[in-house]
């Protein structure tokens, strides 16, 4: 039995780091999850920086993961961190998470899972064998109106789903940013960091991974263009990608950060039979469902129209705009619902495991092997989550 908040550390997210300090807000955002503890960054100092920003005692700062992993384990339970978040760049995944498994912590990792299909199978193994829980923050499906798209669409109410085109145009790395030192882009663009993609693995895989979830089915083969625009730059930059689903859906996903003026453009629409949808990241709280026989209906966040799986993940009534902060925070707050359970020993019901979890990852990491070297060999090629590279 527990009768206390959940106990947070967290691996990067330094000083002027992106998602970290999202990732912080979004956790404790419902109340269920303190920080307690983290490596911040690469260095101690840095770290030590940033502990001291969040008011951490100096004794839960650590210089890295290693050291945070090995000492957390020797506190006792209810005062050692119960999860460990990873927000470093993308190379960084593997290591950390396998070696916060097998300290015996739960993890919570942004996405992409890993750089290699390998990486990604090893850690899925490494979950099933610890029975530890794993979420991964694909936090767009955390939208209350995306939960009822896939309702909408999982139901059969737009009959049989045809077309599926998501969208996902950024304009930031336009130029070469990452010459001139900008953080965000220098490790993007630089395969030792990022892996195998630049554009594909940062924002495609949030395409592919919304496809899925809205469908219910999974992308079974790809034939995919991706590009590098901008002069010197040593990964993708765009890239177009046909997709084919096991239930016979056909699609398109077309993801870019040199689309000029763009912020950040994630859409999606799902054409099925006898109706279709249409959901924009940038207007979260308005669902467009379009119909054969009858005017389009827009379903709007916190109105009581909606689906239990869409109200549950609302906090506020109508009007009152939610928005990326609180859709990653039900990521956290679903993650936190199952974690309180396994901790407490209660069976953990189907749909208390409503966040991303590795299978998702090795879906992603799947998806994003077959784009490259689909577009390396200009044919179509299986997503195989067996496959090796
Ligand atoms: P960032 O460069 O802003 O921050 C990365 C942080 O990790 C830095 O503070 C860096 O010092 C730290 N770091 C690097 N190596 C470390 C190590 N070994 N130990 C401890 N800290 C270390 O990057 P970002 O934009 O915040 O992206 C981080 C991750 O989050 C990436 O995997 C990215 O794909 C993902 N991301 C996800 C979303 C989303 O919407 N889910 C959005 C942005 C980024």
């Given at each position: 039995m527990i009768n206390r908040k959940l106990l947070m550390g967290m691996v990067g997210g330094g000083p002027?780091?992106?998602?970290g300090a999202v990732h912080r807000m979004a956790a404790t955002l419902d109340g269920r999850i303190e920080l307690v503890?983290?490596?911040?960054?690469?260095t101690r100092n840095k770290s030590i920086e940033m502990g001291k920003k969040l008011f951490l005692p100096p004794e839960r700062v650590y210089g890295s993961y290693r050291e945070m992993f090995r000492n957390e384990a020797k506190l006792p339970e209810g005062k050692r961190m119960d999860f460990v978040t990873i927000a470093t760049p993308n190379n960084m995944h593997y290591p950390i998470a396998m070696a916060a498994l097998e300290a015996g912590f739960h993890v919570v990792c942004d996405k992409p899972l890993a750089t290699s299909m390998e990486e990604a199978l090893n850690l899925a193994k490494k979950v099933k064998s610890t029975k530890l829980l794993f979420c991964l923050t694909h936090n767009y499906t955390g939208y209350p109106l995306v939960k009822e798209a896939r309702r909408i669409v999982t139901d059969g109410k737009i009959g049989k789903v045809r077309r599926v085109v998501v969208e996902y145009p950024q304009g930031w790395l336009a130029t070469r940013i990452e010459a001139k030192g900008q953080k965000q882009a220098l490790w993007r663009t630089d395969p030792k960091q990022a892996g195998i993609s630049c554009c594909m693995g940062d924002i495609g895989t949030h395409c592919h991974n919304l496809a899925e979830y809205i469908t219910g089915s999974e992308i079974v083969e790809v034939c995919a263009d991706i590009t590098t625009f901008v002069k010197g730059r040593l990964l993708d930059d765009d890239g177009s990608v046909l997709i084919r689903f096991k239930n016979g859906a056909h699609g398109v996903i077309w993801a870019s950060q040199?689309?000029?003026?763009?912020?950040?453009?994630l859409k999606i629409r799902v054409y099925g039979e006898t109706g279709s949808l249409e959901w924009a990241q940038e207007e979260p709280n308005s669902l467009i469902v379009r119909w054969a026989n009858k005017p389009m209906e827009i379903l709007r966040t916190g109105t009581s129209f909606l689906s239990p799986a869409a109200s549950i993940n609302t906090r506020l009534p109508s009007g009152h705009p939610e928005g990326f902060i609180e859709a990653f925070a039900n990521i956290y707050r679903n993650f936190a619902l199952a974690l309180t359970r396994r901790i407490q020993g209660i069976k953990i019901r189907?749909?208390?495991?409503d966040y991303p979890n590795i299978h998702d990852g090795v879906r992603g990491m799947a998806f994003l092997s077959a784009v490259v070297k689909s577009s390396a060999a200009r044919q179509w090629v299986n997503v195989s989550t067996e496959e090796t590279n």
């Open positions: 002027n780091a992106f998602i503890c983290g490596a911040f960054s690469r040199i689309a000029v003026g763009e912020e950040n453009g189907e749909e208390d495991y």
